[in-house]
């Protein structure tokens, strides 16, 4: 870590990446690090594939995130000018979509720090745990490790916290452990208000976005009791009737989870290029294999995700025909 730390501080331009589609842990673990790493006075820049959601914009440096996909180029001179490259919260460079080729390219010293099973063998070291409950905590044990906690300040909480949260399903999941709490304690310790971080994460939606979860719930879904399954189905002509923005389908994938008998849930939406599909599942329902195994994704044992270049009516008789529903 010594060695790791000194190659750190002697880099002259440092890239945080992470994930397509980027979700609270992603954004909160990317600006944890670089609020740390600028404390050192490094030149770093965070680079997202493609937009987050607007409910993770209370977060301090959030402007200052690079989208590739609105600024190809600018993004691609970063990546290849960089010397160090953070891969957050990602197993491997497919995750990241086209901004994989040109950072595998790339001759910047690779460190992933991550806790999706089964890694890709892609950087020069690697800080994972598959059993850890978010990558935000291992952010924190990775500066704990580098000898730096008394950096960690209450923005640096502030953005692990809201990582933290929103991966564990605020401190729900089997993921979640007595070191999880003790961390988020550390953050509380240091004045961060969770009261308001929960309530801009999960109490600030628009009335589009509700309407969208009704009908979504009271038409879209469907449950196979005697199966323990459940489904959700949204066109792209449905999510345009309730002006769809990037997050309003946050957490709809474990609604039906909560119904009593009910073990494995997915959600199936319509993109503009390809068919996304969410998966969620508990007690001894793993979904990690199963999205890796059918639908070219992967993710934890109980949370993972996919996605498909067939039509959404193709997607769902393949989801169907494997669950034995049909």
Same mark, same amino acid.
């Given at each position: 870590?010594?060695?790791?730390?000194?190659?750190?501080?002697?880099?002259?331009?440092?890239?945080?990446?992470?994930?397509?589609?980027?979700?609270?842990?992603?954004?909160?673990?990317?600006?944890?690090?670089?609020?740390?790493?600028?404390?050192?006075?490094?030149?770093?820049?965070?680079?997202?594939?493609?937009?987050?959601?607007?409910?993770?914009?209370?977060?301090?440096?959030?402007?200052?995130?690079?989208?590739?996909?609105?600024?190809?180029?600018?993004?691609?001179?970063?990546?290849?000018?960089?010397?160090?490259?953070?891969?957050?919260?990602?197993?491997?460079?497919?995750?990241?979509?086209?901004?994989?080729?040109?950072?595998?390219?790339?001759?910047?010293?690779?460190?992933?720090?991550?806790? %999706?099973?089964?890694?890709?063998?892609?950087?020069?070291?690697?800080?994972?745990?598959?059993?850890?409950?978010?990558?935000?905590?291992?952010?924190?044990?990775?500066?704990?490790?580098?000898?730096?906690?008394?950096?960690?300040?209450?923005?640096?909480?502030?953005?692990?916290?809201?990582?933290?949260?929103?991966?564990?399903?605020?401190?729900?999941?089997?993921?979640?452990?007595?070191?999880?709490?003790?961390?988020?304690?550390?953050?509380?310790?240091?004045?961060?208000?969770?009261?308001?971080? %929960?309530?801009?994460?999960?109490?600030?939606?628009?009335?589009?976005?509700?309407?969208?979860?009704?009908?979504?719930?009271?038409?879209?879904?469907?449950?196979?009791?005697?199966?323990?399954?459940?489904?959700?189905?949204?066109?792209?002509?449905?999510?345009?009737?309730?002006?769809?923005?990037?997050?309003?389908?946050?957490?709809?994938?474990?609604?039906?989870?909560?119904?009593?008998?009910?073990?494995?849930?997915?959600?199936?939406?319509?993109?503009?290029?390809?068919?996304?599909?969410?998966?969620?599942?508990?007690?001894?329902?793993?979904?990690?294999?199963?999205?890796?195994?059918?639908?070219?994704?992967?993710?934890?044992?109980?949370?993972?995700?996919?996605?498909?270049?067939?039509?959404?009516?193709?997607?769902?008789?393949?989801?169907?025909?494997?669950?034995?529903?049909?």
């Amino acid at each position: 870590m010594t060695e790791l730390k000194n190659k750190i501080l002697s880099s002259k331009n440092i890239i945080i990446t992470t994930h397509k589609s980027p979700d609270g842990d992603a954004i909160g673990s990317s600006l944890g690090l670089y609020h740390f790493l600028k404390k050192f006075d490094l030149n770093v820049t965070i680079i997202v594939p493609d937009s987050f959601p607007s409910f993770l914009n209370w977060m301090e440096g959030t402007s200052e995130i690079v989208i590739h996909e609105k600024n190809e180029a600018f993004s691609t001179r970063l990546i290849e000018s960089s010397d160090l490259a953070f891969s957050l919260d990602y197993n491997g460079l497919s995750r990241i979509g086209e901004m994989g080729k040109i950072l595998g390219n790339s001759k910047s010293y690779k460190i992933l720090i991550d806790h %999706h099973q089964n890694p890709e063998s892609f950087a020069d070291f690697s800080f994972v745990d598959t059993n850890c409950s978010s990558t935000s905590q291992l952010i924190y044990e990775f500066i704990e490790k580098l000898g730096e906690s008394s950096k960690i300040s209450k923005n640096i909480g502030e953005c692990l916290y809201c990582g933290i949260m929103t991966d564990t399903g605020s401190f729900k999941y089997p993921s979640t452990t007595d070191r999880t709490h003790e961390i988020a304690a550390s953050f509380i310790k240091l004045g961060i208000d969770v009261s308001k971080i %929960h309530n801009e994460v999960y109490d600030t939606n628009s009335e589009d976005r509700l309407r969208l979860i009704g009908f979504a719930l009271t038409e879209k879904m469907k449950v196979f009791h005697e199966l323990g399954v459940a489904h959700i189905v949204l066109s792209q002509e449905e999510l345009k009737r309730f002006n769809f923005k990037k997050g309003d389908t946050e957490g709809l994938v474990n609604y039906p989870l909560s119904i009593n008998g009910i073990k494995f849930s997915a959600l199936i939406t319509e993109k503009e290029n390809e068919i996304s599909l969410s998966f969620r599942s508990k007690d001894h329902v793993y979904v990690n294999e199963f999205a890796s195994k059918h639908f070219n994704g992967g993710g934890h044992i109980y949370a993972a995700g996919g996605r498909e270049t067939t039509t959404l009516t193709e997607t769902v008789e393949k989801l169907e025909k494997l669950l034995k529903i049909k």
